[in-house]
């Protein structure tokens, strides 16, 4: 790819002519590897909504000071499916890096979609009526055992499966609404935050923009997701101690996890050739790819 010409506004960012890596404000027809990045940020998405989302889970951290907010005897609450944000993270990042806003747009309209037929599905789903010999774990006296559909448990048996997988996929509307919500406005505030900052720091110190994103956007995702989800449900202290630990978390992730950041993001725009910078981006949710600020 030529390089840009002294009209791009962007081209003033690239700080290395000979590197092959053009700092443009203008996007290429088509990317090597979008796709695939976009086919991958999704499929985390919808993993951790499935298998993260309903567990709660702790930590002790020894040593942790008496009565110290938010873990007072030194256990932090957390939801499982942060074990999936530190591979979120770093595609998350690299979608708005490398391919800007409005590429990452894209993604998170996706995203939103796949969320929403996952939450349709599973309502549809969970609907069905179960079948009386339906076999699953079900809790009894001594630890797990297999439901079959004998005579003392063809009644019960497919009702207590029933139970068992409304327990896992049989999500709340509250949660369905707050999941999706939080999702949305956190991507689109830390896309926003991150674009602002790199056209901001020049395309420099990379490690400000995702660690500054993730701080707001995860913000946004929390604030909105634990008290829409589990206000009245769960006791106040719980849902503020459970949001600000999972904030707090997700921070720390994207700290520690920043030099495989750097490396990740300077393979992929060494591949694409390209370092976009978002000047004239239309920043709106619901612009239509391409178009620019007014």
């Known amino acids: ?58 930590v002790d951290v020894p040593f942790w000071p008496e009565g110290w907010w938010p873990a007072a005897d030194g256990t932090f609450i957390y939801g499982a499916g942060i074990l999936f944000f530190p591979l979120g993270y770093v595609i998350g990042d690299v979608l708005t890096e490398i391919y800007g806003f409005a590429k990452a747009r894209r993604v998170i309209w996706v995203g939103t979609a ?36 004998t005579a003392d448990a063809a009644i019960s048996g497919g009702a207590i499966c029933q139970g068992t997988y409304e327990s896992v996929f049989g999500s709340t509307w509250r949660i369905v609404v707050a999941s999706i919500t939080a999702f949305w406005a956190g991507e689109f505030v830390n896309s926003f935050v991150m674009a602002k900052m790199k056209v901001w720091t020049k395309g420099r110190a990379l490690w400000t923009r995702t660690i500054g994103s993730t701080f707001v956007g995860q913000g946004v995702d929390s604030l909105i997701f634990y008290p829409v989800a589990f206000y009245g449900i769960w006791t106040t202290d719980a849902v503020l101690t459970v949001m600000v630990t999972n904030w707090a978390l997700k921070v720390v992730w994207e700290a520690v996890l920043t030099p495989v950041t750097y490396v990740v993001v300077g393979k992929l725009k060494a591949a694409e050739g390209v370092d976009l910078f ?5 920043f709106s949710p619901f612009a239509k790819t391409g178009q620019t600020a007014s």
């Not at 998405?45 to 567990?55: D, H, R, V």
């Open 278 to 282: 978002d000047i004239d981006t239309n």
């Open 114 to 149: 796949a969320m929403l037929f996952l939450a349709f599905m599973s309502f549809v789903v969970t609907a069905l009526p179960p079948f009386a010999g339906w076999e699953c774990a079900a809790s009894g006296f001594g630890g797990p055992r297999p439901v079959t559909a």
């Open 1 to 58: 790819m030529e390089k840009t010409s002294p009209a791009d506004p962007a081209a003033a960012f690239d700080r290395d002519p000979t590197d092959g890596i053009v700092a443009t404000s203008r996007p290429p027809v088509t990317f090597r590897y979008y796709d695939l990045v976009m086919a991958a940020f999704v499929a985390i998405l919808l993993l951790s909504n499935i298998i993260g989302a309903a567990k709660l889970t702790y």
